[in-house]
């Protein structure tokens, strides 16, 4: 029997809407095109612990709908596994016991695949937290998800005085014990230091051997995905 999952995944790629879907700036959006048919092959059976979601804003404005997303999909989802939980016991309750009792209070991790201008093309630059882990490096799209988890009052997780940890009950709602992993994709960056150059270089159409090299990381990817999907409360 398959170990059951340790918490619920939002795997949300960013970058910007149509007719910029392609673009270098979207390279977040092309890696998850790429990771979705891989997830359904290798963690078969574990679609109720992980959603993905394609941003559908600006870049600079991925944060209000994604956090909406990911709070709606979090009490979507632990309601879900209650319910599930309730029944199994009822039917038997000391096979899955053990899932009733996983399956409640769930953590949940935020996993954002965007793309990484300071990177060589094509290499994957994985960070846990937000800024007060690893700086940003004024990525804008990361800036207003983190700015807009923080008014929320969603993330940082605040310190629990009685555990000792930033746990469920340190903030408000299914998400008081929200994770963060940043997932970029190298895009590299244009040689010339134009005051354009950076602007003109991200809004270009990737080539196709530039979303080769994005989907060449799609399984390193899924890796990072399987191995978050069952890291226990608590362990970094």
């Not at 890696?31 to 574990?46: E, F, G, S």
């Not at 709070?71 to 899955?96: G, M, T, V, W």
């Not at 630059?125 to 690893?134: C, F, L, Q, T, Y």
């Not at 929320?152 to 998400?175: E, I, M, Q, S």
């Amino acid at each position: 029997m398959d170990p059951l999952p340790r918490r619920l995944l939002f795997i949300a790629s960013i970058g910007n809407k149509s007719p910029y879907h392609k673009t270098r700036h979207s390279a977040g959006h092309l890696l998850l095109d790429a990771v979705i048919p891989l997830l359904q092959k290798h963690l078969p059976n574990t679609g109720l612990y992980h959603e993905t979601w394609h941003s559908t804003t600006w870049m600079n404005e991925s944060g209000p709908k994604l956090v909406r997303r990911l709070e709606d999909f979090a009490k979507e989802r632990h309601s879900r596994l209650e319910r599930i939980a309730a029944l199994s016991a009822q039917k038997n309750p000391e096979q899955d016991g053990d899932f009733a009792q996983l399956s409640k209070g769930l953590p949940t991790t935020l996993i954002i695949l965007h793309d990484e201008l300071e990177n060589q093309r094509g290499t994957l630059r994985v960070k846990a937290g937000g800024p007060e882990k690893a700086s940003l490096r004024g990525h804008r799209g990361l800036i207003s998800i983190c700015e807009t988890l923080r008014g929320k009052k969603l993330y940082p997780p605040r310190f629990n005085a009685n555990t000792g940890n930033a746990g469920r009950d340190a903030g408000p709602g299914v998400l008081g014990d929200l994770s963060i992993l940043r997932v970029g994709i190298g895009i590299g960056r244009p040689t010339s230091r134009e005051k354009n150059a950076v602007s003109d270089y991200v809004l270009k159409n990737a080539t196709e051997a530039e979303i080769e090299s994005y989907r060449a990381m799609a399984g390193s990817v899924v890796d990072v995905i399987r191995d978050e999907l069952y890291r226990p409360a608590g362990k970094v």
